[in-house]
């Protein structure tokens, strides 16, 4: 019998002890929901989200302010760090109080308890008590003392919707700041006492009540002196409670939708991101007048590469309809914001040098003939000024050479996700705004640009497919030509920041870009309206460049990108084109060569020929003496623009007789547009009618007379400027012309609805 027993009372203690050990579940709260908390870098609140369940309950805390813990053990648990989780003193003091008052007073429960308790939940009753009684011994064996006092801390309600110590501070004092005067402290310990019935806007003669009496308890516990607990006495109570932060409000929305319920610490800094808003909201102001609503901005930081400072979109506190679109995220046309990582592109495949004469007429490529932005064209430009001046036709023709596809594939490999079609499916449009970019990768993209630049080695440490030291520097240097839009000279003077910049405008004046680039910084802007809606006279440097560098003077002062280190291999180029040198080339230069610069073509400008004796005439005709000079000389097609621009060049001097136009190596007269079997497009004027083409051609010597023809039909004759403007049906059409030495040329096209 007594064996029995024995045994009996093993099995009990046993089975005990084995519930005693899984009574806990892994996670207490593994069924809360948590408000998303999105922290700066130096873990200042930038924002939050309310809970599922319709709370502010952030994620456990990992800290307690010093006197809210004092305070909050002196009110609910003055023996805490000397139980086991049950103090049998408080239970037996309880159940005394309970039967004399004749009901729940008091109950007892130690903050191990009711830890227990916040994670359960359900009815209060004898049984939980005792339940909760067995399961905080188990707590204080599996969780350290500070560990039970913040789970308490963060799970505990303090009145309404707040839950937890970390909303009540934002809730009730409006910050998160552990500095708490004695009277907060002590406010905050008896909330959590009986949130339904006691909160700061209820009851507030029982909170203050309550209040004082856990300051004379302090007081008398020696945690203050007389005059701290009569200064704390008299202080106010809080009043209502605190709206939460609301800073960079669409990136915290973005953790909210990628990171809910979690605490996330940024690179955001909070002070900087307080005097960008500062900036964004004055400019917004401004740039409504003129039509555009919406504006974005982020800054990289070149060593991170994670954004310092975000606004998805601007003056969140005026109404209108694309609010709440995070432009910072969402794909728009990038205009000619790309220019310069084509540029660098072909620096770094050997297709092109910095200084290299790129054409730059009326051109017709395939079907696309795209035209600068000032309507004007120069014949021939070196490749940097074509970047920093951002023309069109030279680039579309630099991408033409460097290929669709292969620019596309490296954008991606360089972090764009925008470009969801097949490579194959982007035509050259592509660098003029074809396709669409986000503000935070394309500038990011720009920031990594400067990261692999100032790494030690970057072709070897720098995984970045831009990663051409000689190029990534060019390229910088060509967006440091672009003028500033309060058109200083800034380049003059040493103590304006240096920085690298490139504008873009979309089709239909939609989205107006700026980036800028700094060794340290990437600061990107984009202005124009969420719905997609074009404002008239809108462009990037006359709306985001301002804004850029207003942002840009927020920012610490960075030297300018060193030069890179001397490479012994050095190439020689013609002064004049910027191309290899060739054996024709009279002036040449040497700079260093870039990695992947190969043996190529040489300079196609720099060629010999036969002059008069006098020079004053080229000769055809070999049988009288001549003498033979190397020159600098351009295409007709080139040359008619060139020399507007660049008065010291020189023509060739005419020929001395009249050959046979066979004899030419070059015709001096060429139709520039349009282009033999172009296809032309002609678009429908206001008044419903077609609209006209103006064509178009270059001379050698323009003051010659040039006659034209259309479809056999005399239109008229030019001279000095040869163009002229066409009404045309639709159809095959061909133009003939002839000057009056004799010389023809013609063009067949094709016009369209």
């Not at 920041?497 to 939609?510: H, L």
């Not at 097609?637 to 010291?648: G, L, V």
């Not at 004899?663 to 419903?688: A, T, W």
């Amino acid at each position: 019998m007594r064996t029995n027993i024995r045994y009996i009372i093993c099995c009990t203690a046993s089975w005990v002890l084995l519930l005693w050990i899984f009574c806990l579940p892994k996670d207490l709260f593994d069924d809360v929901s948590y408000s998303t908390v999105v922290e700066d870098c130096n873990g200042r609140l930038l924002g939050a989200r309310i809970a599922d369940d319709g709370q502010w309950r952030f994620p456990a805390c990992d800290s307690l302010p010093e006197k809210f813990e004092t305070a909050l053990i002196e009110f609910e648990d003055r023996r805490f760090y000397q139980h086991g989780g049950v103090s049998l003193r408080s239970l037996s003091r309880a159940l005394l109080q309970n039967i004399r008052n004749g009901r729940i007073v008091s109950g007892g429960s130690t903050l191990s308890m009711q830890v227990i308790r916040l994670s359960r939940g359900g009815d209060r009753n004898l049984w939980t008590k005792l339940v909760e009684c067995f399961m905080a011994t188990r707590l204080e064996a599996r969780y350290s003392k500070d560990e039970i006092l913040r789970m308490y801390a963060s799970h505990a309600p303090f009145g309404g919707n707040v839950v937890g110590i970390d909303a009540a501070l934002w809730r009730y004092l409006g910050s998160d700041e552990c500095e708490m005067s004695w009277a907060e402290a002590a406010t905050l310990a008896v909330l959590q006492n009986a949130p339904s019935v006691i909160t700061p806007s209820k009851n507030r003669d029982a909170l203050l009540a309550k209040r004082n009496r856990l300051l004379a308890r302090l007081y008398e516990g020696g945690h203050m002196t007389e005059d701290e607990c009569a200064l704390a006495m008299d202080e106010p109570l809080i009043d209502q409670p605190y709206a939460m932060p609301q800073h960079a409000p669409h990136l915290v929305e973005w953790h909210n939708k990628h990171n809910h319920g979690e605490k996330v610490r940024t690179h955001i800094d909070l002070d900087l991101q307080r005097q960008v808003d500062d900036v964004i909201t004055r400019w917004s102001h401004e740039l409504r007048l003129c039509g555009a609503h919406d504006l974005a901005a982020v800054i990289i930081d070149v060593k991170t590469g994670e954004p310092v400072a975000y606004c998805g979109n601007a003056d969140m506190d005026y109404e209108r309809a694309g609010r709440w679109v995070d432009i910072a995220r969402s794909p728009r046309s990038s205009g000619s914001i790309l220019k310069p990582l084509l540029y660098c592109a072909a620096l770094q495949e050997g297709q092109i040098l910095p200084q290299m004469l790129l054409s730059d007429i009326p051109t017709d490529f395939g079907g696309f003939a795209p035209k600068n932005y000032n309507g004007t064209f120069q014949g021939a430009v070196p490749a940097d000024d074509a970047i920093a001046q951002s023309l069109n036709v030279p680039c579309v023709g630099m991408l033409k050479d460097y290929g669709v596809m292969k620019f596309v594939e490296t954008l991606k490999d360089c972090g764009i996700t925008t470009f969801n079609a097949p490579a194959s499916k982007y035509g050259l449009s592509v660098i003029l705004g074809g396709a669409e970019v986000n503000l935070l990768e394309i500038t990011k993209l720009y920031a990594d640009m400067a990261a692999c630049y100032q790494t030690v080695d970057s072709t070897e440490n720098c995984n970045f497919p831009l990663n051409d030291k000689m190029a990534l520097y060019h390229t910088f240097e060509a967006m440091r030509k672009v003028n500033r839009p309060d058109e200083l000279d800034w380049r003059r003077v040493s103590s304006v920041q240096n920085v690298a910049w490139k504008t873009g405008t979309s089709y239909g004046s939609r989205d107006a870009w700026a980036i800028g680039l700094t060794p340290d910084y990437a600061v990107g802007v984009w202005v124009g309206n969420a719905d997609g809606s074009g404002t008239p006279n809108l462009t990037g440097a006359r709306t985001a460049g301002p804004v850029m560098f207003d942002l840009i003077g927020l920012l610490p002062f960075s030297h300018w990108f060193d030069k890179p280190e001397h490479k012994p291999r050095h190439i020689r180029v013609c002064k004049h084109s910027g191309h290899r040198a060739g054996k024709y080339c009279t002036e040449t230069r040497s700079i260093q060569a870039f990695e992947s610069t190969t043996e190529g073509p040489v300079c196609p400008y720099c060629h010999p020929v036969h002059l008069s004796l006098d020079g004053r005439y080229r000769i055809i005709d070999r049988s009288e003496p001549t003498i033979t000079k190397n020159v600098f000389t351009l295409p007709p097609s080139m040359e008619h623009y060139y020399k507007k621009i660049h008065p010291e060049y020189v023509s060739l001097p005419p020929v001395k007789a009249n050959p046979h136009q066979a004899n030419f190596q070059e015709s001096p007269m060429k139709i520039l547009y349009p282009s033999k079997g172009s296809i032309i497009k002609i678009p429908r004027q206001l008044d419903g009618n077609n609209g006209r083409i103006t064509c178009s051609v270059a001379h050698s010597n323009p003051s010659i007379e040039v006659f034209w023809h259309c479809d056999g039909s005399y239109l008229g004759a030019t001279q000095d400027i040869h163009s002229m403007t066409l009404d045309l049906s639709t159809g095959n059409h061909t133009i003939s012309i002839v000057d009056t030495e004799g010389l023809t040329a013609s063009t067949n096209f094709i016009v369209v609805d």
